[in-house]
Nanobody
Framework: VQLQAFGGGLVQTEGSLRLSCAGS????????MGWFRQAPGKQRELVAV???????VYADSVKGRFTISRDKAENMVYLQMNSLKADDTAIYYC?????????????????WGQGTLVTVSS
């Protein structure tokens, strides 16, 4: 089972990026999927998650700027990031778990992908 995230890069303040994550090795259609991030010197934090039924949860810091979506048929999850700020600079990790609760509590049963670096410059 593998999650592969891509789409990170360097963007200017107020710019946009779209992250993608491809799941393989099993179907994630009933799983919750989402994104965490870790900035230099900080703990990993939840960014956004989406449940199997489409319920979404966002960190307060990204509400109104980021949108999470998924394509169940393709085993994909996306993160559209708009109005990016310097504070959004981090490594972004894709994750999948049996429930939104499992993701928000970072359960040991969750799957994790490698990170993709997002750098926002002023």
């Amino acid at each position: 089972v593998q999650l592969q995230a891509f789409g990170g890069g360097l963007v200017q303040t107020e710019g946009s990026l779209r992250l993608s994550c491809a799941g393989s090795g099993r179907t994630f259609s009933t799983y919750a999927m989402g994104w965490f991030r870790q900035a230099p010197g900080k703990q990993r934090e939840l960014v956004a998650v989406i449940g199997g039924g489409g319920v979404t949860v966002y960190a307060d810091s990204v509400k109104g700027r980021f949108t999470i979506s998924r394509d169940k048929a393709e085993n994909m999850v996306y993160l559209q990031m708009n109005s990016l700020k310097a504070d959004d600079t981090a490594i972004y990790y894709c994750t999948a778990g049996p429930t939104i609760w499992a993701l928000t509590t970072e359960s040991e049963s969750n799957y994790w992908g490698q990170g993709t670096l997002v750098t926002v410059s002023s």
